[in-house]
């Protein structure tokens, strides 16, 4: 079954302890892409790559660092939480090339205390 | 940059009644998309419109993109309770690949 997933689906955590999101799809797209979902703001992407080793800042990177060493992976990192990071996060990916639908992993929510 | 506004932020109608959800773009858009997320699930696309002026259906739903490419609407025709969610478009942009910018959605309720 063509999907994308997340892990861990929940985290609660405190300010400053290092934490990582990972994110694995099985379509073979290159293009992968992850947002954050906050209530009124709608998605706002944070970063998202195009191929491995190959990453770009969305509209709202700050906090946050990504990897792509392989094509299926594209883990988030918050290297430094803090409370305003407090979030309901998607990791997505696409084929590239502008057409085509976008699949959604099944959502991580963070909460940073 | 690129920003896509979309309205209303909320809509409670009762079953039966249509709804409508309304996006607009500062620039001319390549493509738009449209998602649905239910509550407490993920987004799921929806449908993407091209061309200037193309409209779609997939049975009580109906999208268009208008002629100058820089708004879209989906159109519910008799809605259900299935229906309830947040409804997302997402416009693409030339020159800038893969991405897509999201409205801040609207989110649907529906009542018997």
């Known amino acids: 079954e063509a999907q994308v997933t997340q892990n861990p689906r929940y985290l609660i955590t405190v300010t400053g302890k290092k934490l990582t999101v990972t994110c694995s799809q099985n379509m073979n797209h290159e293009y992968m892409s992850w947002y954050r979902q906050d209530p009124g703001l709608g998605l706002r992407q944070i970063y998202y790559?195009?191929?491995?080793?190959?990453?770009d800042k969305g509209d709202v990177p700050e906090g946050y660092k990504v990897s792509r060493k392989e094509k299926r992976n594209f883990p988030l990192i918050l290297e430094s939480p803090s409370p305003n990071q407090t979030s309901l996060y998607f990791c997505?990916?696409?084929?590239?090339?502008?057409?085509?639908?976008?699949?959604f992993g099944p959502g991580t929510r963070l909460t940073v205390l | 940059g690129q920003q896509v506004m979309q309205i209303p932020q909320y809509q409670h109608v009762q079953e039966g009644e249509d709804f409508t959800t309304y996006c607009n773009s500062s620039t001319t858009l390549s493509n738009i998309q449209w998602y649905k997320q239910r509550p407490g699930g993920h987004p799921v696309f929806l449908i993407q419109l091209v061309k200037s002026g193309e409209v779609k259906k997939q049975k009580r739903l109906t999208f268009q993109f208008g002629e100058a490419k820089k708004n879209s609407s989906l159109h519910i025709t008799a809605t259900q309770t299935t229906d309830v969610g947040t409804y997302f478009c997402?416009?693409?942009?030339?020159?800038?690949?893969?991405?897509?910018?999201f409205g801040t959605g609207t989110r649907l309720q529906v009542t018997l």
């Open positions: 997402a416009g693409g942009y030339a020159g800038t690949a893969s991405k897509l910018t």
């Open positions: 790559s195009m191929n491995v080793e190959v990453t």
């Open positions: 997505a990916s696409r084929r590239p090339g502008g057409r085509g639908e976008q699949f």
